[in-house]
């Protein structure tokens, strides 16, 4: 997701002003001067899902109805929302307040899911009642709606972004094993983006498991070819043999790394780098490869810190050489900042590092 700083504007006063007519639409005696004055209170210094749940607890502050009437107006409330983010505070309504109420809520969140998400929401209940809940979440996997089968997959992710840790199905991915059998060659790439990235989860933890798991499918099936390689992303950019060798990728590579070099090989922060080269094929026979870099970041201590990149996975003919080339700003980032100095970089093929250069950030 884009930065907290942009991001939180969604819920800005005019999109508050909008809620706030589309609920008196719905029902007319929303107290829309009241919800307003509650929602805007601090607003600025809100972080965007700190936003999203005030949004919820000030619906729920002044609509004078009990649990289930209040899910009726929520209902009707969804479709007219101009944004799939900002209706992500109608679950969130359900997993604050619809505890007591498990079917009830339930069913609520499979609703909202089409309109944005109940990802965040849903953990809740697997939380309190993990069997009841994957057990429901397991007959989501067979739904007709896309929405609602990447729900079943995307609710149970062991280290879902932006929540909590499901740690019962991070020590045990049998847990929710079931769902993901049914998702496996899902047509709907929504879902199966969802289904990879919940397998990607499962390798930070229990990486032979997933291998275990993906040997045993038959990858013919291109839907089940591709989740399968998503899945194993992170196993592959660290050179596990099993996972590269699952995408046909295993063996040792017969090439050479020519003309290696990143230009400019001296920036400032912002700038852009363009990393070049070329692989040549030592032998006559074709071979299967998955090419990734690899950049040494400098770090506020003066020590440095790996990151993959995949660059792309390609057959390369007997004898024949394939051009590379890759740019890539250096900026700061929510999720990384940036140091003077010289920051290696590694070209990887197979998870083999075959060769190596280097650029320069200026203070």
Known sequence: MAGDTALKEIFNAERLRHIAAEMTAVYPDFDAKGFLKLANHGLAELSVMQRLARVSECLHAVLPLGYEASLEVLRALAPRLN???????????????????????????????AFGSSEFAIRHFLRDDLQRSLQLMHDWSLDANEHVRRLASEGCRPRLPWSFRLEPVQA????????????????SLYVRKSVANHLNDITKDQPEWVLDLIEGWSLDNPHTAWIARHALRSLIKQGNLRALAIIGAGGKPEVQIIDVQVNPPVIGLGEKITLSFAVKSTVHNSQRLVIDYAIDYVKANGSTSAKVFKLKALTLPGNATQPITRGQHIKELTTRRHYAGKHAVHVLVNGERLASTAFEILA
């Open 83 to 113: 944004s799939g983010f900002v209706s992500m505070c109608l679950p969130h309504y359900v997993a604050t307040y619809g505890a007591e109420r498990f079917e009830l809520s339930m069913e609520a969140l499979k609703y909202f899911t």
């Open 172 to 187: 045990d991915p049998r847990l929710a094993a079931g769902i993901l059998d049914n998702l496996k060659a899902d047509p």
